[in-house]
């Protein structure tokens, strides 16, 4: 069965700073990997999908990396702003395509 | 385009009532995904539909439940009855063939069973 972890559940840093989000997955047969950003009392954004012939995928100053051989992913955020502050949510799609198991996320808050 | 939409947003109801939780997917998708999101299990997949089709229902809890795609445009969850642990927030997602996915989730509906 597969398991999603996200570690730390929250995280306050200064903004300015270059900052690291961590997910780890059990069973490396993944169909893609992707980074949800969710806001209190919203829905949920796509941030990045990384599929899983890929190792990485950039948007902005967000990057996430994919490693399936040791079932984990990193995103990584530069010159973080307070406007970044939100959920994290790191999700995989098992190789049956259309099902998706969320991490139950980090809660990153940017201090002005 | 409006986006997925939801009704209601919120939802207060008593123990036992019935409870129909409605989505709007985008125009266009064919998959429409409901989840539900709570503080101590995180985001779960309740059911999916492909071209209205329930494809998988292994996530919802139980016979209290259920869900119905009678056309493209349109999709309920129901409770009956509804019991205090089903307070949670009620997310309707949905994608395209193509890129399967690439969810769009609605601003979920907030429910509270008292």
């Known amino acids: 069965k597969q398991e999603v972890t996200q570690i730390p559940a929250a995280l306050s840093v200064p903004e300015g700073e270059n900052l690291v989000l961590n997910c780890s997955f059990t069973?490396?047969?993944?169909?893609?990997l992707q980074w949800f950003r969710q806001d209190p009392g919203k829905g949920l954004t796509s941030l990045l999908l990384i599929q899983s012939s890929q190792r990485e995928q950039t948007s902005g100053r967000l990057n996430a990396s994919l490693d399936k051989s040791s079932g984990r992913s990193t995103l990584y955020i530069a010159a973080s702003q307070p406007g970044d502050s939100a959920t994290y949510l790191c999700a995989v799609t098992t190789s049956s395509a259309s099902k998706i198991i969320f991490g139950s996320g980090t809660r990153l808050s940017i201090r002005p | 385009d409006a986006g997925v939409i939801q009704s209601p947003r919120h939802e207060v109801t008593e123990m036992g009532q019935e409870v129909t939780l409605r989505c709007k997917p985008i125009?266009?998708?064919?998959?429409l995904f409901w989840y539900r999101q709570t503080m101590m299990r995180g985001l779960e997949l309740l059911i999916y539909?492909?071209?209205?089709?329930?494809?998988?229902d292994s996530g919802m809890p139980e016979d209290r439940f259920s869900a119905k795609m009678p056309n493209a445009s349109f999709s309920t969850l129901k409770i009956q009855p509804s019991e205090p642990r089903d307070s949670a927030v009620y997310f309707c997602?949905?994608?395209?063939?193509?890129?399967?996915?690439?969810?769009?989730f609605g601003p979920g509906t907030r429910l509270t069973v008292l």
């Open positions: 539909f492909n071209n209205n089709v329930p494809i998988d």
């Open positions: 125009s266009g998708h064919d998959y």
């Open positions: 997602a949905s994608s395209f063939y193509g890129e399967p996915n690439e969810q769009f």
């Open positions: 069973d490396s047969a993944i169909y893609n």
